[in-house]
């Protein structure tokens, strides 16, 4: 090669960064929200940057913040820069910054394994052909692909941009370089944890490739030591205390296992790590349970691992004495995986298995193909050995490559990610779940445009949420995650399951607060108002309560319940935590309705719809009484309605309002003032003479109050001629009036009419008695026989 090796890094590290060009024009995924969109203060650029120092990095986030786990303040700080320079978050500059990120790490990488290469006199293809594999290799997709594992590419990059610099200095090291090196490997550190082991990395160089004694190459990790315990101090002090470990097995398969079923388990898992190295499909965001399960020394692949990883620490001690390239890339495999190993109960991280781990380790594996590939044709065409490497190798970063683009495609955005998942880890609870919230998330925003085209998504979510909790157990299922299914089985319209469901949810998790919540609205909605008023209760005392929807809507339940004094105690308290204007309305109405005048204007607000205030009580008064009508407070009723009778005419009258005399009518009819339910009928009659319960209502008032059969006769009448509603009630009312004034041919008539659409005993009786009176023998013997079934 004629070019230096700068050339060839540099064209290797482009060709990287040009395999992840087609994510600039993705969005965001996964969870890149909680450094960006999700974030309360890298979404004020600098405004607050000091804060992200403080605290702990999920400190900030808007859905359940926390100040324990993780402490990445310089990551964060980038997304406020870039916020502050953008003036919005978009995803096309995380993508680009991303990519950008990821092609100075493999320059700097590739300088590292050149230097390597050198100190063992290799040749230059070797270091060059193991870069092109990491560039291409597809398992470096989802933090290259995802804008939130920024954390990663930079904690990588400026670790082994420390690392350069160290091994540059050899020999000729001074304060102020340790200085440097101390100060980029501090800031790779508060970008992301991960890169801690890579200390020992350090040593491992020095005594593998710099030939130095043990103790020596100790000593050189000082520069990286003394950061590392300045970090670990900072972090201890920021962060509030955490459990050291997962409590569910939905969020680690190794929580609570013995010691045995663990080793086994964490064997087997090593060995899925390598198998997705040497082929990496399929490929998954996720490996949540149960598409990693517990397992045992019975299971013939922990064998295998067990094997496998015995020999590989065999062959790393072996050659530690003769410091062999072998035992080197072993160990760093080893020890930069050590982090994610879930090495003991303490130690557990949140994940079963995660590709975004491998990103370091990664390199060694990489390392150890190509010098196997070395090792190998240099026994037997050493003459031969660029060219063979590179027939040889070819056609694997070909592979790599088409792989890497085609895994590129399932990061565009939620709805592509989590669809993947069902797909390549079927058996995870997680991808299911995350599916189903990408479906529910969409059909909710289709819903709003058409509610047909929204209900697809809707079933399959369904579905998807129900593949989730089958696998998690009957007694496993995620409260968070029953609220969901309830809501969108109430979009879906299967109100009886989202009930059950709910209810479900509240039973495995009393203090969850959206259970109790919807589960009150829903009553509401049903008139139950003494239940929903016992569940905004339990929802107020719930965990998180949402305050103001909670005391507004536990407001009105009392207003439908007739208790004006606990209402308005609620809503005043709605207001202390949001200014309203509706509920300030619904205020100034009971205040007014409770003759306190004053309060009420306190309360008066400009309706943006026009109405004035005396309007606006109109509503609610109107509204109570249909409320009281409905649950048969008729008494309740009468009083509304009164209030309303009395403006009715300015604000649209029947024409606006045209059941309102029927209904003020019948609730009179209750209370036993006919006088008065004859005056509304009679107005309902006049605006609408074809309505059949007005006309039966006047019909039987007539009938049974004031005697008057002929008015009574021709209500009932016309009442058959309305279309009614329950046609033979109408038809044996006619004909009881036509009896009453010894009609009785007609009556006849109309009762055989009414037996065309029902029957009881009272019609076969008349029926039978005026066959008689008439002397059709035949037809009262039928109706006789009928009367004997009944």
Not at 132 to 161: G, M, N, Q, W
Not at 244 to 271: E, H, M, P, Q, W
Not at 327 to 345: G, K, Q, R
Not at 767 to 783: S, T
Request: hydrophobic content about 45%; some cysteine.
């Amino acid at each position: 090669m004629k070019q230096k090796p700068i050339f060839w890094i540099l064209l290797i590290a482009f060709f990287g960064g040009l395999l992840y060009t087609q994510t600039f024009n993705y969005g965001y995924s996964g969870d890149d929200g909680i450094y960006a969109y999700y974030n309360g203060v890298t979404q004020k650029g600098l405004q607050e940057w000091t804060e992200l120092f403080k605290y702990g990095s999920m400190n900030f986030i808007q859905i359940n913040p926390v100040n324990t786990s993780i402490y990445r303040p310089f990551t964060l700080l980038t997304f406020a820069i870039e916020h502050q320079i953008f003036g919005e978050f978009s995803a096309v500059n995380g993508h680009v910054f991303n990519v950008l990120l990821y092609v100075c790490l493999l320059v700097v990488l590739g300088l590292i394994l050149v230097k390597l290469s050198a100190q063992r006199a290799l040749p230059i293809i070797l270091p060059l052909l193991v870069l092109l594999l990491y560039a291409a290799h597809p398992i470096h997709t989802e933090v290259v692909a995802s804008v939130k594992s920024r954390d990663t590419l930079l904690a990588t990059l400026l670790a082994f941009s420390a690392i350069l610099i160290w091994m540059s200095s050899e020999g000729k090291m001074t304060f102020l370089r340790m200085l440097v090196i101390g100060s980029v490997f501090f800031l790779s550190l508060i970008s992301k944890e991960e890169s801690l082991p890579l200390i020992g990395v350090v040593a491992l160089v020095a005594y593998y490739f710099q030939k130095k004694s043990i103790c020596v190459s100790i000593r050189e990790t000082i520069p990286f030591v003394v950061p590392a315990v300045i970090y670990l101090v900072i972090r201890a002090i920021v962060l509030d205390s955490a459990s050291s470990t997962y409590d569910s097995k939905i969020n680690s398969v190794l929580y609570g296992l013995s010691a045995g079923d663990r080793l086994a388990t964490n064997l087997f898992i090593y060995l899925e790590y390598l198998k997705l190295l040497v082929c990496p499909r399929p490929l998954s965001w996720d490996y949540s349970f149960a598409q990693l399960d517990v397992q045992s020394f019975s299971n013939i692949q922990v064998w295998m691992s067990l094997g496998f990883f015995g020999g590989a620490i065999y062959v790393a001690f072996k050659g530690f004495k003769t410091r062999s390239v072998w035992s080197f890339w072993v160990l760093f495999y080893l020890m930069t995986f050590s982090i994610f190993a879930n090495l003991t109960p303490s130690l557990t991280i949140g994940s079963n298995l995660g590709e975004r781990f491998l990103f370091i380790p990664s390199i060694a594996f990489c390392f150890l193909i190509g010098y196997g590939l070395y090792s190998l044709i240099q026994r037997f065409q050493p003459e031969k050995l660029p060219l063979l490497m590179l027939i040889v190798t070819f056609p694997i970063v070909v592979g790599l490559s088409y792989k890497t683009i085609a895994r590129n495609q399932v990061w565009k955005n939620n709805m592509t990610l989590s669809k993947s998942g069902v797909e390549t880890a079927p058996k995870s609870w997680r991808t299911h779940v995350m599916y189903a919230e990408e479906l529910r998330l969409t059909g909710k925003e289709i819903e709003k445009i058409s509610t047909d085209s929204a209900r697809p998504y809707f079933a399959e979510a369904i579905k998807e949420y129900d593949i989730s909790n089958k696998i998690l157990g009957d007694n496993a299922s995620v409260s968070q995650y029953l609220n969901a299914l309830g809501e969108v089985l109430l979009s879906y319209g299967d109100t009886s399951r989202a009930v059950a469901v709910l209810e479900k949810s509240v039973k495995k998790n009393p203090k969850a607060y959206y259970g109790w919540f919807k589960l009150a609205m829903l009553r509401y909605n049903e008139g139950d108002y003494d239940q929903a008023e016992e569940y905004y209760l339990k929802s107020l005392n719930a965990d998180k309560p949402e305050f103001f929807p909670n005391y507004k809507n536990l407001g009105l339940t009392y207003m439908k319940k007739g208790e004006s004094v606990k209402a308005i105690a609620m809503l005043e308290k709605a207001l202390e935590y949001q200014d309203d204007p509706g509920v300030k309305s619904t205020l100034s109405y009971l205040y007014s309705d409770s003759g306190d005048l004053e309060k009420a204007l306190s309360y008066q607000v400009n309706d943006t719809t026009g109405r004035t205030v005396e309007e606006t009580n109109f509503l609610f008064a109107m509204m109570e009484g249909n409320t009281a009508f409905q649950r048969g407070d008729y008494a309740n009723a009468v009083q509304k309605y009164t209030k309303c009778e009395e403006k009715i005419q300015l604000y649209g009258g029947v024409e606006k309002y045209p059941s309102f005399n029927a209904a003020f009518g019948k609730a009179l009819l209750e209370t036993k003032d006919t006088i008065n339910a004859k005056k509304q009928f009679l107005k309902a009659y006049e605006a609408n003479p074809n309505n059949p319960v007005v006309l039966t209502n006047l019909g039987t008032i007539e009938f049974l109050k004031d005697r008057n059969f002929p008015a009574s006769e021709r209500y009932y009448r016309e009442a058959t001629q309305a279309d009614p509603d329950d046609p033979f009630s109408a038809y044996m009312n006619l004909g009881s009036v036509l009896l009453a004034q010894r009609k009785e041919r007609e009556a006849l008539s109309v009762l055989e009419k009414a037996l065309e659409y029902g029957s009881n005993q009272v019609v076969l009786s008349n029926l039978y008695l005026i066959n008689k009176a008439l002397g059709n023998e035949d037809r009262m013997k039928h109706y006789q026989g009928l009367l004997n079934v009944q």
